[in-house]
């Protein structure tokens, strides 16, 4: 289990304050909320990128700040919400990057790591792409490299900040459908996520964060409510059924 407890962290006019969360392996928990809530901040804060001023974050009971970079990152697979190229590695080899905690020091990827990267490019529709300089590709398909990436230790938990943003549709759901087929083979999955319907669809519990803090934490029919959306987001939200599933529409004039 993956156990957060009294998380405290400010930037000075913007603070998470009193955080608490558990992550079972085989659950998918969606952190969603408005933009500037904190989603990110205590991304950060479980996967040990920012240090809490008061409280803990466990991991299969071991305290995350005890963890070697290389024991944390076989342990929790990480994907930030921005990326920063550095280098133009070539899709292949940037993949392979994630390697990098099973290789120690002076380790060069093996067959069986190159083989494992190939199928996670192939699963995300990008082998074409393995030779090219990944910096070359479109925003979506770096964001499909990032998470191909944080696979390549299979780790026990993924932390997953908007794996969607910049995806299209059919690839949104090919990650979120490749999320649960992990989640369900065992793995923990926290994962933050703009929209209340595919969180809805896919979480097997919602966070709700505002203003730093977690304001709501339970299933997805008791999260994805009209009234506690509509006040946390600010704007008119409306339940619908459709097909037999509940939907939340805006309701603006358009
Ligand atoms: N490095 C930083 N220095 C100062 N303030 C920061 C820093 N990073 C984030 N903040 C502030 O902390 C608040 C929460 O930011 P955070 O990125 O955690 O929110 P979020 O819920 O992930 O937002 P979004 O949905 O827009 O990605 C914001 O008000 C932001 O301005």
Request: aromatic share 6%; with cysteine.
């Amino acid at each position: 289990m993956l156990r957060a407890e009294g998380l405290y962290f400010s930037y000075g006019d913007f603070t998470v304050e009193n955080v608490s969360l558990t992550l079972d392996k085989g659950e998918l928990v969606a952190i969603i909320g408005p933009n500037g809530a904190g989603k990110s901040t205590l991304l950060k804060l479980l996967f040990g990128l920012l240090k809490s001023e008061r409280g803990k974050v466990e991991v299969d009971g071991k305290n995350i700040a005890e963890l070697s970079p290389s024991e944390k990152a076989k342990l929790i697979g990480f994907v930030p919400q921005n990326h920063v190229p550095t280098f133009p590695f070539k899709a292949l080899d940037f993949v392979l990057l994630g390697a990098t905690p099973e290789l120690g020091p002076f380790g060069a990827p093996s067959k069986k790591h190159r083989e494992k990267a190939m199928e996670l490019l192939r699963l995300f529709g990008l082998e074409k792409y393995a030779e090219k300089p990944y910096t070359s590709l479109s925003g979506g398909q770096i964001r499909l490299l990032l998470i191909a990436r944080a696979l390549m230790t299979s780790p026990r938990y993924l932390l997953l900040d908007e794996p969607t943003s910049n995806l299209d549709l059919k690839n949104s759901l090919l990650v979120l459908q490749t999320v649960k087929r992990l989640t369900k083979e065992g793995v923990g999955s926290l994962v933050v996520l703009h929209d209340p319907n595919l969180a809805g669809l896919f979480a097997d519990r919602v966070l709700l964060m505002k203003g730093g803090r977690i304001i709501a934490n339970g299933k997805p029919e008791e999260v994805i409510d009209e009234r506690l959306l509509s006040e946390a987001y600010g704007v008119e939200l409306k339940l619908i059924e459709c097909a037999g599933e509940r939907v939340l529409r805006p309701r603006v004039e358009v």
